[in-house]
């Protein structure tokens, strides 16, 4: 049984705001009651509720921040408890967002709101950052960006130019933004790095705007000529073209096919069908018995009346146009005269963001189970990887193991009987036997090419291995021949010559005796016999 860890409050001390949404947290966060435009109803009807996950917890006793409703508008919003001025160490926010239902169209990104925060919250709230996930069609992490003029006073948003895509499973995953003081900036997900930009360089539209801008009052003259190109103005319709000409006539080649009853029609009154004996022809109008396919159509290659198949007509020619020439008071395409941008400024600390005092989500989603925890806003990115690695990376991968535990656990395979290996054998090898027969009679019919292109079921790489076993045996066995002669010497063999001598010497021996008879004989024969199976013996032993 999987125990899951359970949930223990995370100190951290000087943050713009830490929330863990825990006891006292729905004090904090207070619902939007913003009405619609002209008019007394609740606009953010969705509902918000503090709880725990009901969809892979992996943490017992974790409260979240969820969004109940489907298909409704939410918004809710705390107020930090001092004012957060970016433009000294710049900005860190970090959260994380578990879709408990997925998520199909709707958002779960974060707003810091700007200072002075007054009112109700809603989509006129001014806010100083958005971030955070959405997809409704395509899945995106937003990262948003208001800044205003200097100069104009105009506040702009600034979009990421990249798309970066957001997880939508239904785990806790970690959204982290860093705004640094050299003006760049940078995205991680599940404390993965997924994006490093600048501030002055990968936002749309840029932060400092053009040093020039085309001159909103200028106006194309009247008399320009921007067409390069003209319709002939001496060219002339010939006579004989036809703008009333259709573009199809009836085909007079073709001709009724065979078999064609042009007296017969398509249906005919049922004749099967009779008038109902209770049928009244004042009262329900004059009786008609219902139409059924003509029988006799069934086996015709057509019935009634035979209309010729449409064809192009070969004089058709469409509606005249004079052909174009050069306009001969062409002047290029008009463009409006470029001026200085009055709103023009260079930036160089753009993480100056305005101060934020709050922050809040502002959401239409389809999908309830939006859930939120452990939002970190302040200035110190060692502090977020930390709560990173201690808060959520042990709640990540409790729930991978939960999430592991619910898969369907599949049956253990089977263990093959000795019948099923010695057929599994069997059946392999005589494909490979096939094969590389197939792979031999397509060598000898059509080339070794054609054999290789047509190569199927490793025919081939079967020839080939065995090829290189017996190649590879074959050098084994050179090398051990090798080897077994070094290890052990065989004895010198006898010369041909030396066992010659040595023959001759015993029978001059055996003459001797035999001449001179008597005990001596047999004592020289006894010796010679001794020497001649010694010297025998040696010779076998040699051979």
């Given at each position: 049984?999987?125990?899951?860890?359970?949930?223990?409050?995370?100190?951290?001390?000087?943050?713009?705001?830490?929330?863990?949404?825990?006891?006292?947290?729905?004090?904090?966060?207070?619902?939007?009651?913003?009405?619609k435009q002209g008019g007394d109803e609740i606009r953010y009807?969705?509902?918000?509720?503090?709880?725990?996950?009901?969809?892979?917890?992996?943490?017992?006793?974790?409260?979240?921040?969820?969004?109940?409703?489907?298909?409704?508008?939410?918004?809710?919003?705390?107020?930090?408890e001092s004012v957060l001025d970016p433009a000294n160490d710049g900005l860190i926010l970090q959260y994380e967002v578990k879709l408990q239902k997925g998520l199909e169209c709707g958002g779960a990104y974060i707003k810091l709101l700007t200072a002075p925060f007054v009112g109700e919250f809603s989509d006129a709230t001014p806010y100083t950052v958005m971030f955070g996930p959405d997809k409704c069609g395509d899945s995106k992490v937003h990262m948003i960006y208001?800044?205003?003029?200097?100069?104009?006073?105009?506040?702009?948003?600034?979009?990421?130019?990249?798309a970066?895509?957001?997880?939508?499973d239904k785990l806790t995953h970690l959204y982290t933004l860093a705004i640094r003081t050299d003006n760049t900036f940078s995205i991680s997900i599940d404390g993965i790095n997924s994006h490093t930009g600048s501030l002055l360089e990968d936002l749309e539209p840029p932060v400092n705007p053009p040093k020039e801008i085309d001159d909103p009052y200028d106006r194309k003259p009247a008399d320009w000529e921007d067409d390069e190109k003209i319709p002939d103005p001496d060219a002339k319709k010939p006579d004989d073209w036809d703008e009333e000409a259709p573009l199809m006539i009836p085909d007079k080649r073709a001709a009724m096919p065979e078999g064609w009853l042009v007296a017969e029609p398509l249906i005919v009154p049922d004749p099967?069908?009779?008038?109902?004996?209770?049928?009244?022809?004042?009262?329900?109008?004059?009786?008609?018995?219902?139409?059924?396919?003509?029988?006799?159509?069934?086996?015709?290659?057509?019935?009634?009346?035979?209309?010729?198949?449409?064809?192009?007509?070969?004089?058709?020619?469409?509606?005249?146009?004079?052909?174009?020439?050069?306009?001969?008071?062409?002047?290029?395409e008009w463009k409006p005269r470029r001026i200085q941008n009055p709103a023009y400024f260079e930036g160089s600390e753009l993480f100056k963001l305005s101060s934020i005092d709050a922050a809040g989500f502002e959401l239409w989603t389809m999908q309830s189970g939006i859930s939120f925890n452990n939002i970190y806003l302040g200035a110190n990115e060692s502090v977020a990887?930390?709560?990173?690695?201690?808060?959520?990376?042990?709640?990540?991968?409790?729930?991978?193991?939960?999430?592991?535990?619910?898969?369907?656990?599949?049956?253990?395979?089977?263990?093959?009987?000795?019948?099923?290996?010695?057929?599994?054998?069997?059946?392999?090898?005589?494909?490979?036997?096939?094969?590389?027969?197939?792979?031999?009679?397509?060598?000898?019919?059509?080339?070794?090419?054609?054999?290789?292109?047509?190569?199927?079921?490793?025919a081939f790489a079967a020839v080939m291995a065995v090829g290189g076993i017996a190649w590879l045996t074959w050098n084994v066995a050179v090398i051990l021949r090798f080897v077994s002669g070094l290890l052990f010497p065989a004895p010198p063999r006898l010369s041909a010559a030396t066992a010659a001598?040595?023959?001759?010497?015993?029978?001059?021996?055996?003459?001797?005796?035999?001449?001179?008879?008597?005990?001596?004989?047999?004592?020289?024969?006894?010796?010679?016999?001794?020497?001649?199976?010694?010297?025998?013996?040696?010779?076998t032993v040699s051979t």
């Amino acid at each position: 049984m999987l125990v899951l860890p359970a949930f223990e409050p995370y100190p951290v001390s000087g943050a713009a705001l830490w929330e863990q949404f825990t006891d006292g947290s729905g004090k904090r966060w207070r619902a939007s009651r913003a009405t619609k435009q002209g008019g007394d109803e609740i606009r953010y009807d969705g509902k918000w509720a503090i709880e725990e996950a009901s969809v892979l917890v992996g943490v017992d006793g974790d409260t979240v921040l969820v969004a109940k409703d489907d298909a409704r508008h939410h918004a809710i919003s705390t107020t930090l408890e001092s004012v957060l001025d970016p433009a000294n160490d710049g900005l860190i926010l970090q959260y994380e967002v578990k879709l408990q239902k997925g998520l199909e169209c709707g958002g779960a990104y974060i707003k810091l709101l700007t200072a002075p925060f007054v009112g109700e919250f809603s989509d006129a709230t001014p806010y100083t950052v958005m971030f955070g996930p959405d997809k409704c069609g395509d899945s995106k992490v937003h990262m948003i960006y208001r800044h205003r003029n200097p100069i104009s006073g105009n506040i702009t948003e600034h979009h990421l130019n990249k798309a970066l895509h957001p997880p939508v499973d239904k785990l806790t995953h970690l959204y982290t933004l860093a705004i640094r003081t050299d003006n760049t900036f940078s995205i991680s997900i599940d404390g993965i790095n997924s994006h490093t930009g600048s501030l002055l360089e990968d936002l749309e539209p840029p932060v400092n705007p053009p040093k020039e801008i085309d001159d909103p009052y200028d106006r194309k003259p009247a008399d320009w000529e921007d067409d390069e190109k003209i319709p002939d103005p001496d060219a002339k319709k010939p006579d004989d073209w036809d703008e009333e000409a259709p573009l199809m006539i009836p085909d007079k080649r073709a001709a009724m096919p065979e078999g064609w009853l042009v007296a017969e029609p398509l249906i005919v009154p049922d004749p099967n069908v009779k008038k109902p004996a209770d049928w009244d022809d004042d009262e329900d109008g004059e009786w008609a018995a219902p139409m059924i396919p003509n029988p006799r159509c069934i086996d015709a290659s057509g019935c009634g009346t035979w209309e010729r198949p449409l064809a192009r007509n070969p004089s058709y020619k469409g509606k005249w146009h004079a052909p174009l020439v050069a306009n001969p008071r062409y002047k290029g395409e008009w463009k409006p005269r470029r001026i200085q941008n009055p709103a023009y400024f260079e930036g160089s600390e753009l993480f100056k963001l305005s101060s934020i005092d709050a922050a809040g989500f502002e959401l239409w989603t389809m999908q309830s189970g939006i859930s939120f925890n452990n939002i970190y806003l302040g200035a110190n990115e060692s502090v977020a990887a930390q709560i990173a690695e201690d808060v959520w990376r042990p709640k990540h991968r409790s729930e991978l193991a939960v999430s592991e535990a619910l898969q369907p656990k599949s049956p253990p395979p089977s263990k093959p009987s000795v019948m099923d290996i010695v057929e599994m054998f069997k059946a392999r090898f005589e494909e490979i036997g096939t094969n590389i027969l197939g792979f031999y009679y397509t060598a000898v019919d059509r080339g070794i090419l054609e054999a290789l292109r047509d190569e199927k079921g490793g025919a081939f790489a079967a020839v080939m291995a065995v090829g290189g076993i017996a190649w590879l045996t074959w050098n084994v066995a050179v090398i051990l021949r090798f080897v077994s002669g070094l290890l052990f010497p065989a004895p010198p063999r006898l010369s041909a010559a030396t066992a010659a001598s040595s023959a001759l010497a015993l029978d001059s021996d055996s003459d001797s005796a035999a001449k001179n008879g008597g005990t001596s004989t047999g004592v020289n024969h006894a010796a010679g016999s001794e020497a001649s199976v010694a010297k025998r013996g040696t010779t076998t032993v040699s051979t």
